[in-house]
């Protein structure tokens, strides 16, 4: 893939959960899943004074940089994972401060390649769900977890109109399996417009595997009494 950079704002994520190593080939645009628009505070994404219409790029590829707009991932303060633990709520943040106003846009998370994972792919095993508010609901997304090209692009949901200088907050669960080792790895989340299936933005939320339970604190000594 074409190297490139996305503004991108990450604050730390993550936790536990079933295998999910994500498929190989899915059909482009069978996951797209309508989700009712949830702004973001006021005030946090501005508009830019320039207008665009939208523009062109190779399938699965970057826009131009005039098309791309700001995604944020924040998550668990202390950025680290337990697997088998319950999931963790992450919050995929997207700013449109791009010079292009977009009727759809899709959102695509993943669990990165990690080394904690078990498998020759890198892929971990884990559950990631979208949160819907219009039945307040999780739902668990049937492919977690990242592939070995890029087609896991056509797994968007929660697609939605964003014109510019909108925001919208969307809410994940993360977790790994249990069977995961101590390791390195990452939540990945893009956006992209549904047709063409191209990236407006992207970023990655870093986590650090952590297997076992905190080490217990030493009991203290008893004061010896004098003889």
Request: charged residues 10%; aromatic residues 4%.
């Amino acid at each position: 893939m074409t190297a490139w950079a996305f503004t991108t704002v990450a604050v730390a994520a993550c936790t536990a959960g079933v295998t999910g190593t994500g498929p190989t080939t899915p059909t482009l645009g069978t996951a797209v899943v309508t989700a009712p628009a949830t702004p973001a505070p006021a005030g946090r994404c501005e508009v830019n004074p320039e207008s665009a219409p939208i523009p062109s790029a190779e399938t699965l590829e970057p826009v131009p940089p005039i098309g791309r707009i700001t995604v944020a991932l924040t998550g668990l303060p202390t950025a680290t994972i337990i697997p088998g633990a319950a999931p963790a709520e992450v919050e995929v943040e997207l700013c449109n401060n791009s010079a292009v106003d977009y009727p759809r846009v899709g959102v695509v998370v993943v669990l990165a390649r990690c080394s904690c994972a078990t498998s020759p792919n890198g892929v971990p095993a884990g559950t990631i769900e979208r949160f819907d508010p219009a039945t307040d609901t999780w739902i668990a997304l049937e492919h977690p977890g990242i592939t070995t090209g890029m087609d896991y692009l056509a797994l968007f949901t929660n697609v939605q109109a964003l014109p510019k200088g909108a925001n919208r907050s969307l809410k994940y669960r993360v977790a790994l399996d249990k069977s995961m080792t101590a390791g390195k790895g990452s939540v990945q989340a893009v956006a992209v417009t549904p047709e063409p299936l191209v990236q407006l933005g992207r970023t990655e939320l870093p986590f650090t595997v952590v297997t076992g339970s905190p080490s217990a604190a030493p009991a203290p000594t008893p004061p010896t009494s004098g003889s």
